[in-house]
Structure formats: structure tokens, C-alpha cells
């Protein structure tokens, strides 16, 4: 079978070429453009260079932006990788009782983040919600935590709900993971008499590394696409506490109607994606893919 | 507790710290899976039991008004735009890109490379990076607020991770398999017919259930390309009603519920399969 490029092929590649072009790479590529436009989306637009840069940075917005991703990025990571792995190595014994548990650790996993957001703000609604009258009965606080109208604590509990929302998936994947170490290994820790902890530490963390670093990627690239959890709840309030970058880039170019803002941070965002997506082929094992590619 | 023998590092007599794994694990169980309980349990109050009883509780008397007040209110109609706009995107994303994924496996080229470097690239592009373009975009093109507005930019953002997994799991069918084929003459499409898809069907299988959640649950898109209820998609509708019910939280959560029914039935019937798809190729 030969392995060049015919015309057969190249109308096989062409769908998916297309529909990537036209709906992916050149609205990239135009965004680039509308980062120079003082436009309101309808009316006519003004060529302005680079003021849009200028005052996103200029003004704070920008920066304030970045900051608040990273630290949702950061938070999400911490909240997320240690809980998932445990919940996965757990899960990947083979006691009945924890396939059972397991059935019901994933149901969290058939709701959309719009889904989960709307049941949860109606969780931590202050005063009479499910956790305030959980806190009530057992008499703890005041009863009347605004869990998500308090700017000091906003970020903080939203970076749980996402934790509560992604670590199912990150259990799944550990659980994949766990299961695939060899049992000779734990049989071999267990003749020289290891308790658990040793087990775990010396065993099953050193086998779970390419799990951890998948896992890891995905929560981090991931951490640039929560907006709908934060659009549902928050808003990006109170005041601008939420507003991590793809909220401000909707607030901005649809709310505010500046186009040209929007796309300034929109195009801060796609770096960010490519940089961090680069730091994928580079890590992760998708880098053997490629170079298997060349070997075909 | 009974232990599978099979286990070779698990006893059959349960050291006490297995006693601690399992009083962790339940309150895990606890954390995760009772935020969805108490959705369904104020889904079937009535507006007087929510506002009367005890939240944590199941209801006294449960009801089922709910959720035919959110049928009532049109539900059936943006279920079935979900439907329609997640099914052919699924169908359009997962052939677009098998038949890229059989050329980047089949072909040397360095254009073809290029493309498949490019659609790597494009893995971790966010949507919220090119939302605004679109926007301009399906608007120039006629297509705001109708469902194909919606379809089209959902399988440029499917294609990605669909092409990727495909190749991975193409590139493992062996060559001779491709070599046999090709002495017998057969074109490229009876090789996709009768080779590749019947191989590779566990994988088209997982990566549909993937794209087809991807789609379901996306709000972005519908959020900022549909405007009307005749184009409202089950996303939308969520915000739609708790917007409209604002007082009324066991109707929004009767929402939230019928939100996920594709795949709270796929759940109970194909655990398996859905688990899998929701890994992607993720788990590899």
C-alpha cells in the first residue's frame, strides 16, 4: 500500500482541515486584528493600534486577570491532586465495598458545570441554603456565611466546587492508573514486611508518575477554560474577585461591548493555551507519539 | 468485610488501617454524592416543603409537579435542540476525523505532519480564545441564533483531541493487515470500510460519548451565539428557568436533573462504556 500524498487523500483531509481553518485558526487570527479595533461589535469600528494593550495593562485589568488565574490554577491544582490520587489508588483495591463507593464517587461526572453551579449556589445560599442550616443545627458560625458573596473568600470557594466538579475525573484516571502497577511489586514490599505508608510512598506514587503528570496538565490547562461554574455563580463578583481571564474577556467584550479589550485578553488566553499545550508535547507521553509518527 | 483472593496484596483478614480507607471513603462518599442527592430530593418538593422543611431530609411528601411544570414550560423543545445540535456535531466531528486520522497514519508527508503538528497545537486552545471572532463570524454568516450557528464552531473545537485519539488508536492496527489489503487492489475507503472502522470501533465508540458530552454540556457557545427559546439548548434552559424561577429552587432543580438524563440513563445501562468515553484517550 503506498504511503504518499494523492489527491484521494488530500480531499480525506480536507473536512476536518476546513471546519479547523475557518471556525479555529483564522477567528485566532482575526482576534489578532480586533486586539487593534475600538468596535462595539455592530456599529462601525476605528483602526486605534495598540491603545487596547495599553489600557488593559494600563488600568489593571490585565493583570489583575492573570493573577487571579494563576491563582485559580494554583488552587485547583492543590485541591484537586492529592485528593484524586488517594480516591484512585483506593478505588483500584479490589474490596467490594469500594467498587461500590466507586459507583457513586462518579455521579458528579453526569453534570454539566452549569448543572453543578446552579446546585451549589443554591447549597451555599446564605442564610437558608443546605450548608448554612447543616452549620445551624450543629451550631457552628453565624448561620448566615455568604459563601460566595464575600470577596475575601469567593475565589477560594470556587475553587472547590471546580475541585468537587474535576476530582471524580482525576479519581478515574488514578484509578486507570493504579491498577495498571504490576502486583509482583506489592507482593515483593509485602515479603520485606512493608506497612502501607512505605508501600504507598516507595510503590505506588513512583509507578503513578506519568498519571500525575497527565492529570496535572489537564487540570492546568484546564484552569484557563472555567467560565461557565463562575458565569452561573458568581458573575466574576463580587466587585471583580472571580473575574479570572475568560470571565473578564466575556464581561469585556460582551457586557462592556469593547471588542477590541475582549480580544486583548482573549489573545493572552490562547498564548497561555499554546504555551501550556506546548509544555504538553513536550512532558507528557504524547511527545512518543510523534516521534512514532516518524517512524511509520 | 469478604475480600476477593485474587488480590495478592490484599489480605483476606483486613488489618485495622483498612477499617480507616473505609470510614475516609465514606466520607468521601458522603461529600460527593450528596450535593447530588439533595438535588433530587428538593426536585420532588413542593415550593411550601422546601420552604417549610428540613433542607438535608428527603421530602415528606414528594411530588412529581416539578417536573411537569419545567415539560410544560417548553423543556421537550430545547432537550430536543440539545439533541439535535450534539448528535450531528458528533457525527460530523468523529468522520471528519477518521478520514484525517487514516491519511496521518497511511501517508509520509511533511505537509500532512505539519497538519497533524497543527491540530496537536490546537489540544489545549480554549474556546474562550476565539469565542469573539466566531461571534462576528456567525453573524456575518446568517447563522446567529439557529442551531447550525452552534453545530459548526462545536466540531472545529471537536476535532482536536477526536483526531488525536483516532491516530493513536489507527496507528496500532498492524501493516500487514494494510499490506494484504493492498494486494488484493482495494481503494482507500474499502480499507476504511472494512479495516480501519471495524478495528477501530472501540475507539470511535469512546470518542463519541466524549464529543457527544462536550457538546451537551457547552454553554459558551450557545450562551453567546443563540438568543431565542426556539434555539435554546438544555445549558441555557438551566439559567433560563432559575432566571425565571428565581424563588421557586425545586423547579431549577428539576431542571438541573432533566439536564443530565442522557447521561444518567447511560450511566445505569452502560457504566462501562460511559466511564471510558469520559476518559477519552486520557487514560492510555
Not at chain 1, 489508588?89 to 453551579?117: D, M, W
Not at chain 1, 457552628?140 to 468537587?164: C, H, K, Q, T
Not at chain 1, 493572552?268 to 513536550?282: F, K, Y
Not at chain 2, 485519539?165 to 494494510?178: A, H, K, S
Amino acid at each position: 500500500m503506498q504511503t504518499g500524498l494523492n489527491w484521494k487523500r488530500v480531499l480525506m483531509m480536507l473536512p476536518a482541515v476546513l471546519f479547523f481553518a475557518f471556525f479555529a485558526l483564522i477567528p485566532l487570527v482575526t482576534a489578532v486584528y480586533y486586539s487593534g479595533l475600538s468596535w462595539n461589535g455592530i456599529g462601525p469600528s476605528q483602526w486605534v493600534g495598540v491603545q487596547n494593550w495599553t489600557s488593559v495593562f494600563q488600568d489593571g485589568t490585565a493583570g489583575h486577570a492573570i493573577l487571579l488565574t494563576v491563582e485559580i490554577m494554583v488552587l485547583s491544582w492543590i485541591f484537586q491532586t492529592p485528593l484524586s490520587l488517594l480516591i484512585g489508588v483506593f478505588l483500584a483495591g479490589e474490596q467490594k465495598h469500594r467498587a461500590v463507593f466507586g459507583v457513586f464517587y462518579f455521579v458528579p461526572l453526569l453534570f454539566s458545570a452549569v448543572a453543578i453551579g446552579v446546585t451549589w449556589e443554591n447549597i451555599l445560599m446564605p442564610g437558608y441554603g443546605l450548608l448554612d442550616s447543616l452549620l445551624q443545627s450543629v451550631g457552628i458560625g453565624s448561620g448566615e456565611e455568604n459563601w460566595l458573596g464575600n470577596s475575601r473568600i469567593a475565589l477560594v470557594v470556587l475553587a472547590m466546587l471546580i475541585a468537587w466538579q474535576f476530582i471524580p475525573f482525576h479519581s478515574l484516571l488514578y484509578q486507570g492508573g493504579a491498577k495498571q502497577i504490576p502486583d509482583s511489586l506489592y507482593e515483593a514490599a509485602k515479603i520485606d514486611g512493608a506497612n502501607p505508608w512505605t508501600t504507598f510512598f516507595s510503590i505506588t506514587l513512583p509507578q503513578l508518575k506519568y498519571t500525575i503528570i497527565t492529570s496535572s496538565i489537564l487540570i492546568l490547562t484546564g484552569s484557563l477554560t472555567y467560565f461557565d461554574l463562575i458565569y452561573v455563580t458568581t458573575e466574576g463578583g463580587p466587585g471583580n474577585s472571580t473575574t479570572i481571564l475568560p470571565m473578564d474577556m466575556y464581561k469585556e467584550a460582551f457586557l462592556d461591548q469593547s471588542i477590541g479589550r475582549g480580544s486583548v485578553l482573549a489573545i493572552i488566553l490562547a498564548v497561555a493555551g499554546v504555551v501550556l499545550s506546548l509544555v504538553i508535547l513536550r512532558f507528557s507521553r504524547f511527545t512518543q507519539m510523534e516521534s512514532q509518527l516518524e517512524g511509520v | 468485610m469478604p475480600t476477593s483472593s485474587s488480590g495478592l496484596h490484599r489480605r483476606a483478614r483486613s488489618p485495622w488501617y483498612n477499617y480507616l480507607f473505609t470510614a475516609l471513603g465514606a466520607v468521601w462518599l458522603l461529600i460527593a454524592f450528596y450535593p447530588v442527592l439533595y438535588m433530587l430530593m428538593t426536585s420532588l418538593r413542593s415550593q411550601q416543603g422546601f420552604l417549610l422543611g428540613t433542607p438535608w431530609l428527603p421530602p415528606l411528601h414528594p411530588i412529581l409537579e416539578n417536573y411537569l411544570t419545567v415539560l410544560q414550560a417548553g423543556f421537550a423543545h430545547y432537550f430536543w435542540n440539545s439533541v439535535v445540535v450534539s448528535v450531528v456535531t458528533v457525527v460530523l466531528v468523529v468522520g471528519c476525523s477518521l478520514l484525517l486520522a487514516y491519511v496521518i497514519v497511511r501517508t509520509r508527508n511533511r505537509v500532512v505532519n505539519v497538519v497533524f503538528s497543527v491540530f496537536l497545537v490546537g489540544l489545549s486552545l480554549p474556546i474562550q480564545a476565539a469565542i469573539i471572532p466566531i461571534y462576528v463570524l456567525i453573524t456575518k454568516m446568517g447563522m446567529y441564533d439557529k442551531l447550525i450557528g452552534l453545530i459548526l464552531p462545536s466540531v472545529a473545537f471537536g476535532l482536536p483531541l477526536t483526531v488525536l485519539i483516532l491516530v493513536n488508536f489507527v496507528r496500532d492496527i498492524p501493516n500487514e493487515l494494510y499490506e494484504s489489503m493492498g494486494l488484493d487492489g482495494a481503494g482507500e475507503f474499502t480499507v476504511l470500510r472494512h479495516l480501519v472502522i471495524p478495528l477501530a470501533m472501540p475507539a470511535l465508540v469512546s470518542v463519541s460519548i466524549y464529543d457527544f458530552i462536550q457538546v451537551w454540556n457547552n454553554f459558551l457557545f450557545p450562551l453567546v451565539l443563540t438568543q431565542s427559546s426556539a434555539s435554546r439548548v438544555v445549558p441555557l434552559a438551566i439559567t433560563s428557568f432559575q432566571g425565571q424561577y428565581t424563588m421557586n429552587v425545586p423547579v431549577t432543580m428539576a431542571v438541573v436533573v432533566l439536564s443530565a438524563l442522557p447521561l444518567i440513563l447511560a450511566y445505569i445501562f452502560g457504566r462501562r462504556y460511559l466511564l471510558r468515553g469520559l476518559l477519552a484517550g486520557f487514560g492510555k
